[in-house]
């Protein structure tokens, strides 16, 4: 009811430091909603029906793509810092892996 765009883009700006594009929020009807959690193995309640300011109960899972679009893997609020910073050094190392070997690729066809 009252996450529109603009405050789900308010909102991700506080953990991208002002480049919203390293993370994507969603709204949408609610028959897109219950779509994507469904798709995505996730879930959201519904708030208490006469509070203006409530609490909507969610998953907190965070999803990862790598370089490629695909997904990558999740998180969520379990894993703490630590095990959230050895999962994304970990992909980018594989990435940049995958990288080098396409770059490689392409000198030597030229």
């Not at 506080?14 to 609610?30: M, Q, Y």
Request: charged share 30%; net charge neutral.
């Amino acid at each position: 009811r009252r996450d529109t765009p603009e405050m789900i883009k308010n909102y991700i700006k506080g953990f991208t430091k002002g480049d919203d594009s390293k993370i994507k929020g969603l709204c949408g009807t609610r028959e897109q909603m219950e779509h994507f959690a469904r798709v995505m193995k996730t879930y959201f309640s519904d708030p208490p029906a006469l509070s203006e300011d409530y609490i909507l109960e969610h998953s907190t899972y965070m999803y990862f793509t790598g370089i490629d679009g695909s997904f990558r893997n999740l998180t969520n609020t379990e894993d703490g810092a630590e095990v959230l910073a050895n999962k994304v050094a970990l992909w980018i190392a594989e990435d940049k892996g995958k990288f080098a070997k396409v770059k490689e690729n392409v000198r030597q066809a030229w």
